[in-house]
């Protein structure tokens, strides 16, 4: 929560800023909860074993508001704050459900709402509160260039009509299944712009009605369903209305949204990590060898209860990133530790069930395999955990730049 305390400017300084502790917004926590119980482990098994997106899953969380959440009221959503949102991811997980299916939706909206003209919100926003429209494919990352974003060779080039987009992105998650996409295009070559950060466009597409025009999708099978897909963009003809902001000044528009992405699904991480070290724990009190519950051991007991520490070491850097964000301060140096701290938290909590678990660790009727490979993920997407000691470095340590 943040302090009302401000300066005489009105400004909020950092030290004023307080963060609540223990279970916050306890009413959205029991709401997420009740909605999760129809979803249970079992529910997810069958959905992965066909590779399957979780539309039932989807639709009862929009209809429960939740995807909706850091949607304006005027636009229809909630309006809640960051923290909320936050708070909604976290139980998701803390579930065993997989938040991931929507959680775009709540940060990719972020850059329309910010960044978009009065027309686009009113066209979009309110659908995509309602559900009648889905925001969730976020078209950035190329095959060549990986996370040197500033180097894509997706090209947007202006027609008479607006603009024509060759490029193809790849690990688009859920482009098959939404009706709008977030693209990233260089509509300035990088050669011709003197900061590689210029020169970049963020465009809104209708998937829908680009789809055999010029858009072919496909996906691409994976270790965990997580929905990814390939995008090509032949000759794509695009309507001029689908520049997002000013153009050739995308790249700062997908910044300004990273610090929500990141704590968000920091706060994933953590209800994930909530997930494993429930599950270890009850294991490893029922599970008897040698004649004693195995949970006796301090080769068990070590790696849940570090998790246990881990976890509440990252819960509480989010909760104070999302304290600075929702004060407008700057966070970014918070979101990227909060981020960090629950992706290593997460993967060391994943270990440490699956090896309690044993050999039925990797039975599939224990779940526990399906978010161990899911866990795996989250030192490498949204961001590398070696980005972000590489900005922690440079930025907030003054060590050179390393890339």
Known sequence: MSSSETRTDGAVTPDQIAVYLGEDHSDIRQAVRRVCADFPDDWWR???????????????????????????????????????????????????????AGHAQMYIMGTVLRHGSDGQKRKYLPGIASGKLRLQAFGVTEPTTGSDTTQLKTRAERTDKGYRLNGQKVWTSRAQHSDLMLVLARTTPASDV?????????????????????????????????HATEVFFDNLEIPADS???????????????????????????????????????????????FNRPIGAN??????????????????????????????????????????????????????????????????????????????????????????????????????PRSY
């Open 243 to 289: 520049l997002i902001g000013e153009e050739g000044k995308g790249f700062r528009y997908i910044l300004d949204g990273m610090n929500a992405e990141r704590m968000i699904t920091a706060a994933e991480a953590i209800g994930s990590t909530r997930w494993f070290v429930r599950k270890a724990t009850a294991y490893a009190k029922e599970r008897v060898v």
């Open 46 to 100: 069958e959905l992965d074993e066909r590779e399957a997106y979780p539309t039932g899953f989807i639709d009862a969380l929009t209809e429960a508001g939740f995807l909706a959440a850091l949607i304006p009221e005027q636009y229809g959503g909630s309006g809640l704050p960051l923290r909320a949102a936050a708070v909604i991811m976290e139980e998701i997980c803390a579930a065993g459900c997989h938040a991931a």
């Open 194 to 226: 003197k900061n590689k950060v210029d020169g970049v466009s963020t465009f809104l597409i209708d998937i829908r009605e680009c789809l055999d025009r010029g858009l072919t999708i496909r996906p691409i099978k994976a270790m965990v369903n997580h």
């Open 298 to 399: 301090q080769a068990i007991q070590f790696p849940i209860a570090q998790s246990h520490v881990q976890m509440e070491a990252a819960d509480m850097m989010v909760r104070r990133a999302t304290a600075l964000f929702e004060a407008g301060l700057p966070c970014g140096a918070e979101a990227n530790m909060a981020r960090y701290l629950a992706a290593e938290g997460l993967w060391n909590a994943a270990e440490a069930c699956m090896q309690t678990h044993g050999g039925f660790g990797f039975a599939r009727e224990y779940h526990v395999e399906r978010k161990w490979r899911e866990a795996r993920l989250a030192r490498i997407a949204p961001v590398s955990t070696n980005l972000i000691l590489a900005n922690i470095a440079q930025h907030v340590l003054g060590l």
